[in-house]
């Protein structure tokens, strides 16, 4: 066998090689049912999750305001009692808020909240404060700011 230079050459040798065979494109869907399945399960799941939060914030949404409301009302006493009035109108029937007053109104709001803040005298000051007027107090804010937070609203939107 005489070998020539051509074949002895590097370039000669490179030629003489094969390509590499392409391996056969990987699909991109699920070879199997199971994962189609799973993924119907999780979109459906994702779907249920997106409807709930948006109810969810729908039933809330008079408490943001409500709060909104809270923060640009400052401390007046007057202003912050007016914010609770109408949040529990929203929250409860309007039968069972409407004619509240006094001590009715604060054992109201406290029963519907689990606190005892408006039977104490930041609470009663803040009860009065539409009637009698009042000087600002930051007591009287936080205490309308939990309530608006955490009431339980029994048959009404929240």
Not at 33 to 40: I, K, R, Y
Not at 86 to 115: E, K
């Amino acid at each position: 066998m005489s070998e020539t230079p051509e074949t002895t050459s590097l370039i000669g040798l490179l030629d003489q090689l094969e390509p590499v065979p392409v391996p056969t494109a990987v699909p991109m869907y699920p070879q199997t049912v199971g994962w189609l399945v799973l993924a119907a399960v999780v979109v459906v799941l994702l779907i249920l999750l997106i409807w709930r939060w948006r109810l969810h914030r729908q039933a809330t949404a008079h408490r943001r305001a409500a709060l909104a409301e809270l923060s640009q009302a400052g401390d007046d006493r007057a202003a912050i009692a007016e914010i609770l009035r109408r949040t529990a109108l929203i929250s409860f029937p309007r039968a069972q808020v409407a004619g509240l007053t006094g001590a009715d109104w604060a054992a109201f709001l406290d029963q519907n909240y689990g606190g005892s803040g408006f039977a104490s005298a930041t609470g009663q000051a803040l009860l009065r404060a539409p009637y009698t007027g009042s000087a600002p107090d930051a007591h009287a804010t936080d205490l309308a700011r939990d309530w608006i937070k955490h009431h339980k609203a029994q048959g009404g939107q929240s």
